[in-house]
Each structure stands twice: as structure tokens, then as C-alpha cells.
């Protein structure tokens, strides 16, 4: 069974940077296509990107495009986001998931919280 775990998440200003990572165990992450999402208070969750599970397709949400980049490093089990230019829309919690064979994201971690605020 895979099961994944986000880290670095925490308290930045506004233009500031974060680095999550989402870490799995169980199985080997370079089966798997992932993606990250979020959720702030009140509202949906929302996509915010996405890699395959070579890292040679990425995809974005509009609202991070320029700012947010996805990567892997499949020999460490590992899939980053880089946050870059943080505003406080950004504050939500952060969630990985992997989606295999049938595409839809059957594996989830438990979350970590980026809060942007001066």
C-alpha cells in the first residue's frame, strides 16, 4: 500500500518561498503520477499541479502558473513543490495524491499547512 507524507509547510511573508515535498513509502513513487492540492477555509479543494511519473509532463493551475514548480526524484521517492513570490490567497493546506493505471488519485497525504501572512 502506498501512503505519502507532506513536509514544509509553515508561516511565510508575501513574496516569500516555501519547498514541499511529499515523500512515499510502501511502494515505489515512479509508478505513479502525482499531484498537489489544496484546500483553504471555506472553500473546495482545488488542483494545483500535477507531474507524470517520469517528470517529462507537468501541468498547472492558472493561479500558480510562473510561480509554483513541480518536480520529482524518483530514485528518493520524492515529489517537490517549489513556491516561489507566495501570496496570502496561497495559504490553504497542501496535499499530495498519486494516481496510477485507472488516473484518478486513490493515494493521499495527510496535508501540511502554508499560511502567507505579514
Known amino acids: 500500500q502506498l501512503q505519502l507524507v507532506e513536509s514544509g509547510g509553515g508561516l511565510v511573508q508575501p513574496g516569500g518561498s516555501l519547498r514541499l515535498s511529499c515523500v512515499a513509502s510502501?511502494?515505489?513513487?515512479?509508478?505513479?503520477?502525482v499531484g498537489w492540492f489544496r484546500q483553504a477555509p471555506g472553500k473546495e479543494r482545488e488542483g494545483v499541479s500535477s507531474?507524470?511519473?517520469?517528470?517529462?509532463?507537468?501541468r498547472y493551475a492558472d493561479s500558480v502558473k510562473g510561480r509554483f514548480t513541480i518536480s520529482r526524484d524518483n530514485a528518493k521517492n520524492t515529489v517537490y513543490l517549489q513556491m516561489d513570490s507566495l501570496k496570502p490567497e496561497d495559504t490553504a493546506v497542501y496535499y499530495c495524491a498519486a494516481a496510477r493505471f485507472s488516473g484518478a488519485y486513490d493515494y493521499w497525504g495527510q496535508g501540511t499547512q502554508v499560511t502567507v501572512s505579514s
Open positions: 510502501g511502494h515505489t513513487l515512479g509508478d505513479y503520477a
Open positions: 507531474i507524470n511519473n517520469s517528470g517529462s509532463g507537468t
